[in-house]
């Protein structure tokens, strides 16, 4: 009686070069919409404890180290360093720590949407695995780029995602443990319901 | 000598979460064209006799009441106060009502687009449902989760459509007694057609 | 201790050729936002009894009648058919029913923005009045019309301003006997705001 | 050594509810925009000499006559005004006339994009017709329902096309006959075309 | 009891490198809006027999002939080819042809609007005439940098138009003998309102 | 050598209106742009030791409490809850906090811009304050009521700011002792300053 | 373990009509953009040695010659001088020259989008090719277009790419003996990447 | 018989802030438009020979070096490293550099728009000089920000331009010597006008 849907037991985050320096060129969205859903998507992986695997390239380079709020929020994630592979999927490392997660759907984000996400999507889509692409906890140099890489990454059936939807289909039902966690993170990061939350506890308290 | 359109005896609306409080979240569109789309999609289930079930989430919390144009519209339909499911495919209630219904063409519409629409969306056409997402009478936070729900449901062959729409597959042909109901509908809904009956009138009755 | 502010008692409403064809032409908003502006200012001068003056050009061709809205809301309002002048000032018999308001301060809106509104607007401006031009319940034919409109009056001393800011500066204090008005006004017109009302009410009830 | 492109033997040009009432509700393009892109079209059909049905509804109602440029340009295109039926493709009159085409493929445009020219779209494309639908040439009430309209019609394996690439590949050779015409409908309708022919010939002829 | 509006006795037009090369360049409006706006203003020059004068900068190099639509409708009006000079100001032959209008106010028009308009614009406010910058007829590189242009003129005392104001102002009475010629124009240049009248007169003939 | 610029010693912060049921009003930026511009403008207070006057309406009905980000920065800071004035300035309560600060220039920020800040900020002109809109941390209904209210305040003499700009002015020197404070603010809030450090340091310490 | 990416050695590039007079008709990206996205393309194809095809149409006519930095950077690229055909495949020379490269993965781009782009693209995936359209290196008259030719060329299976994706699938490792050629491609036409090289070599050498 | 224009003899550069850590933060236009606008300009003063000014703010910090193309374009011009001021105008080495200039016309471009241009703008007025503050080759944060600092700015007599107006100020007429610095420079960075020449020598040239 459901699609199959994401669940605390069946997914796993892949975090993909989310670092300071290459985050500044994001241009797709202003930069307080990106970063406030890149935290919102870290939140939501700790939530439900989804198993993580960070990467990297250049992190001692130009590229910067990984955002704070990441690495802050999933301190036992393991960060895979590549030395040069653009996509992830060609780091053995990397695979390895996703296949270790013995998970078959795979979120992803990451800068740049059409390059770092779009070419573990595909590599990962080719594998079998069910992939997930979170448009909006990741980032790249403008609209039109974001346009070309959804497309192509929908025409060859990675499904495109948004972080609240993530959260949503996570949590199933907001009387499981972790629906308070949700809240949280939702009341922080998509700041209309932070307000909505305020109004009514303000007015239930009257 | 026609595709299979929506009519009267074949299509049931499903109106999801159109709630007060998360209505206010709702800024891919405008929210006077958001409302307008709204009221002009209930009123179309009313002049069409359309099996509506109507579901909220945490009504008597934040969320709010249903917006009232919808309850007032249809006073009749039932309402599913799902205790916590956010996919309202998940509760039996909802899915119930759905089926007895009778109708194998579905029209969803809510808040949000990306998570209330969708996952019932998916779910429903695992299940062989026709399903056609209401976007215009649907809403959510900003512009790019719009682009992407739309392009992950009609992946998944949902059919993506708006209120106008709707009421012209519905009616068919003018001259069907509804012609006048669904008139009064886009002249009140589509300023546009209302100043283009008005000026008609007034010029042929001078 | 307060800046002059528009009140019931020193400020008229002069509604220049908002007619159902020209109003078709409105393309700077999108026509539910203008429609539900133009609703909600007149709904203004109902509710604090300003002193309205209706014009019209071509009404019995094809510019067509006055907005139903207009006419159904302020019944008493004098409207003066224009001949053919375009600015509304040229015409004597609309230039004295503005002085019978007996009002300094003169709230003007119509379509178009550049025109019918701009014009008048200068001429008041310049036998010493002090002008507001209510650009959201106003309409002309592309954006850059709209903003090349403003500047220019802006230019000349004209006030623009938007409907909200008339109806607040007309109340001035909530706790004024038309407050509920205002509040009803706003609860439609501004979607927002019935929304905000509507959950608060349903939890104070709860 | 080609894909199946477009030709003047084997298109045929139906254009939908192009009447100057519903042309005014066109705003997902600004209306030069569109009243270009409409003549363009029609004078494509005239050089290329492509059978065309026109058809209209409510056409001595609020609908309005078919837009002059139409009816001037193809003078002898058969215009069927539909009695009522929403869908051309449930006017048997509108059927014969377009089988008596000839022609597989089939090149839609009109107003509005979400339902006249999809409903026919997908009419046609259910009985195996090869259907492209004009864009451009096309016009709805706002970009948001252009998106879905397109989005919907892609899904069903309608080509959504612009007038330009319609005269490019009936074209196929700049050296055909036809190739003056075509120039001449670019040289007026693209504007940036026929300031390049007139810089061009300007300083060739110095 | 007016305030100093336009008329066909007291406004001449400049018309500043309106040419087909530089007419490539502007991207501040769709070509089309464009195109359509600077045909309309010299049809309207010639409905008010404005004086006229035309300048170009190297009209025989790349920038191109003066557009057809210019050159045509105004056969008799002075064309200035100026040897180099940017401001066409600082042109003596083109200063000349202006004061010899006899006129106070000028209506200034080219491309581009910072650099052809702008610049000319100053010059002829800092000698004391009333000048009007007609934007929607001018054209430049792109929507900053008209807003640029545009503040920087009104902070100046330029005053900001477009063309539809300008043929409004020039009539001032649809009574007078040139309505029907300013009808002609708004009928074919504002789509919406030559749909308009078209509706009007099938209605009004049926 | 310097124009006068706002310092620690001479601006006070008056924050109106920025409770929770009103932001979620706020449609003319996105709201993760607003509410980060907020908390930004409220720590630049706590890091300046700016004076401050917080103002509420219906604080305890619809419109909901103040943002827990400003009265958990600004503790102490008093909060006048208006009973009913809507320009704040009405209230005398506000104005004696106001003259208590004994600064002449004053910072306004609110919800919505063109009513609690605009009314508020010519009140204040009025009085002979110094007057700066800060329009970022500061919200409305959509942009085109944004731009109305930037024009009609500026044109009073209001002067529009932001808030890094706020920042700016009142470090003056990056070497005073406050620089710590204020970068840390730009670092949370403009998340490309934060990028940029992090990358920043992460390079020196490599 | 990788998706089927682009390489040095199985991927061809073709130039399709990247003239100077074609390119001024660009609208749907800024001219800046879309010529920077052109030479950074040219110069990957230089940096990997793609085997590459430049055709022309009317380059000794209005169209223009080759974009110098097309032909500067690829000088013995063999250019095919098209006499008519508008779609390059239909001209014998073009498609001998695409054979002989030997290669299966082609990219394409070039002006305008929906035609030149689009029918070559369209031919190639026909005769089985694997056929990728570089968008923002490519252009045409406006947004509308772009999304119409995006969304034709996906139907039919052309895989729609921007050029940062192509360096990076033709790269694939940095440390592969041009990734310094790529770096330097991308530090000049992708400037935030410049800048970030730029300041990390500062703090570095510091 | 001229407005008081921009000479080489009467104008000086002054540059704050160009670097390339800021430049980074840039969001009010793409930033392939910042970047070439600021080359523009840079190579506008090296043509003109304007005595300039560059000046930086924590340049061997997180602020980057200035932009290369600055340096590399004007060696010669004195560079100030401010140790903390953020108005540059606090700063004595740059005033007296200003001052040495021995103009009275300063053209000011930097990053960010309403801090560092901004500031130093308004200094400048103060001290009676004549500022044009050249806004595309400046960039700030967002569109929002560079919209308030326009207006702040001209709201104070500082006069808004862009750089191509700049150019041709200071050119005055095509003929002068430096008319072919000003194409070069121009046919670079305006890519269109680089086009339109490229045409149009290859057509004189055929």
Redesign the interface.
């Known amino acids: 009686?459901?699609?199959d849907?994401l669940t605390a037991d069946n997914a796993a985050l892949l975090l993909i070069d989310h670092q300071?320096?290459?985050?500044?060129?994001v241009?797709d969205?202003?930069?307080?919409?990106?970063?406030?859903a890149v935290a919102a998507l870290v939140k939501l992986a700790k939530a439900y404890n989804l198993p993580t695997v960070i990467t990297t390239?250049?992190a001692?380079?130009?590229?910067?180290?990984v955002?704070?709020i990441v690495t802050q929020t999933l301190p036992e994630a393991p960060v895979v360093h590549r030395?040069?592979?653009?996509?992830a999927?060609?780091n053995?490392e990397f695979?390895d720590a996703v296949r270790k997660t013995g998970r078959k759907k795979l979120l992803l984000a990451g800068v740049?949407t059409?390059?770092c996400v779009?070419?573990a999507a595909?590599?990962a889509?080719?594998?079998g695995y069910d992939v997930y692409a979170v448009?909006?906890a990741s980032g790249t140099?403008?609209k039109?780029?974001q346009?070309?890489?959804?497309?192509?990454m929908?025409?060859a059936?990675v499904?495109?995602?948004?972080w609240?939807?993530v959260g949503?289909?996570l949590?199933?039902?907001?009387?499981?443990p972790t629906?308070h966690a949700l809240g949280a993170v939702m009341g922080e990061h998509?700041?209309?319901?932070?307000?909505?939350?305020?109004?009514?506890?303000?007015?239930?308290g009257?």
């Open positions: 009686m459901s699609y849907r300071t320096g290459l985050s500044n060129g241009q969205q202003s930069l307080p919409e990106y970063m406030t390239s250049a001692d380079g130009p590229n910067g180290p955002l704070p030395p040069g592979e653009i996509n999927w060609h053995p695979v740049s059409e390059v779009a070419f595909l590599s889509i080719k594998e448009i909006d140099w403008n039109l780029v346009e070309v890489a959804v497309t192509r929908a025409q059936g499904k495109p995602i948004t609240v939807a949503a289909e949590q199933g039902d907001w009387r499981s629906g998509l700041p209309f319901y932070g307000n909505l939350i305020g109004s009514y506890l303000a007015t239930k009257a």
